[in-house]
């Protein structure tokens, strides 16, 4: 990809094809800022990308502490309810999705994105931070915040975040990738140029008379640079935690 988004696109399709490195990737980022409004939708897909992972962290971590530390009627149902949803496919509730979010008069805007996107990370969220929960947060350390005190909202807070953060990194990033990649769902959803992610935006440098694969690609080139920043920086406390780990054993 940034082979050909370095060169142009007659280099790349002659034969013997050009496969080295050349010095048109500014030139190709210009047609590409030339015919979509990068920035804006670059800014929508960040605000969009950024919500759905904050809210999923939230929820996600309450719930699958409190599913995995307190018992309640109906707790084991609920958990059970919750894993059954992860086997129902994603395409199934696109038209139930657009008519519930029609009703709501949410059309074209951003919480049409990001509610729906929250709902379907939930599920799998709230099992893989129970799952880890229940083998890290120990009774002991919630038995003695009660003894100082602590409400239950401030044994999740104090006591289960910081001990779930490793797998807080992992679901931030599964989260953060899969909104910033999703096409399908705000393509049906969004019918206002400005509110476009960058999915769509990039996906209209495509002409059905020709493409010019290396201004698209250069602009999918760009559009990927925040997925590694944000990668390499969840992976510090994935390996922080693992020597953290290391050092205890």
Same mark, same amino acid.
């Given at each position: 990809m940034s082979v050909i988004a370095t060169n142009k696109s007659s280099d790349v399709f002659r034969y013997p094809p050009k496969l080295m490195f050349g010095n048109k990737l500014f030139l190709n980022l210009k047609h590409v800022f030339e015919n979509i409004n990068f920035g804006t939708a670059f800014t929508n897909t960040a605000f969009v990308s950024t919500s759905a992972m904050v809210l999923v962290l939230f929820f996600s971590t309450l719930?699958? +502490?409190?599913?995995?530390?307190?018992? +309640?009627?109906g707790s084991l149902i609920l958990f059970n309810v919750l894993l059954v949803s992860l086997m129902i496919p994603s395409q199934l509730s696109l038209i139930p999705s657009f008519i519930i979010i029609s009703k709501f008069g949410w059309i074209s805007t951003f919480k049409a994105v990001i509610i729906p996107g929250l709902v379907s990370s939930f599920a799998f969220g709230t099992f893989w931070?129970?799952?880890?929960?229940?083998d890290t947060i120990h009774d002991e350390l919630l038995d003695s915040g009660r003894m100082d005190?602590?409400?239950? +909202?401030?044994?999740?807070?104090?006591?289960?975040?910081?001990?779930?953060?490793?797998a807080m990194a992992f679901l931030g990033l599964f989260s953060f990738i899969g909104t910033w990649n999703d096409y399908l769902w705000p393509l049906i959803i969004m019918n206002n140029p400005k509110k476009y992610t960058l999915q769509i935006s990039l996906s209209q440098l495509k002409s059905i008379y020709g493409s010019d694969y290396s201004m698209v690609l250069a602009g999918t080139l760009l559009a990927t640079i925040p997925l590694i920043v944000i990668f390499l920086i969840?992976?510090?406390?994935?390996?922080?935690?693992?020597?953290?780990?290391?050092?205890?054993?």
């Open positions: 719930a699958g +502490f409190f599913f995995a530390k307190y018992r +309640f009627p931070m129970r799952q880890y929960a229940k005190g602590c409400h239950d +909202f401030r044994l999740y807070w104090n006591i289960g975040l910081p001990l779930l953060r490793p969840f992976s510090k406390q994935f390996i922080s935690n693992i020597a953290a780990g290391a050092i205890k054993a």
